[in-house]
């Protein structure tokens, strides 16, 4: 299976269970493989045959602006659930949502979801 990887995309979320976590949105990171069949893409050397990586990355950053979950675990699974309702050629996701920020003795902390197309 062919992949598209989306690296270290930066969006804002308000996410967290602490009163003061929920006070402002904050920095997250997404790091994404997209799998697919791009050997058309590859053959034609026609957009049209791939996946649009700028409108996913952008549909990622919207979903999870307007998002108000409290635990990073629900904002990943769910942002997998949309990429594969939303983009009907993938056919495999996997997500890592890191929220670096969060502990002052820890470089990041992360979830990792991985779901395929239900059919």
Known sequence: ??????EGLEVF???GVYDWE???QQRLL?????????????LT?????TLNYAEIAQGISDFASKSQYKL???????????LLQSFPKLKKVRLKLSKPDILSNANNVAVE????QPF
């Not at 990073?72 to 949309?82: M, P, R």
């Open 30 to 42: 997404v790091d994404v493989e997209l799998s697919a069949d791009l050997s058309l893409a590859a």
């Open 13 to 15: 979320a308000l996410i």
């Open 22 to 24: 929920r006070e402002h």
């Open 1 to 6: 299976m062919d992949k598209i990887h989306i």
């Open 72 to 82: 990073i675990e629900a904002l990943a699974s769910n942002i997998v659930d949309w």
């Open 45 to 49: 050397d026609d957009v049209n045959n």
């Open 113 to 116: 979801f991985t779901k395929e």
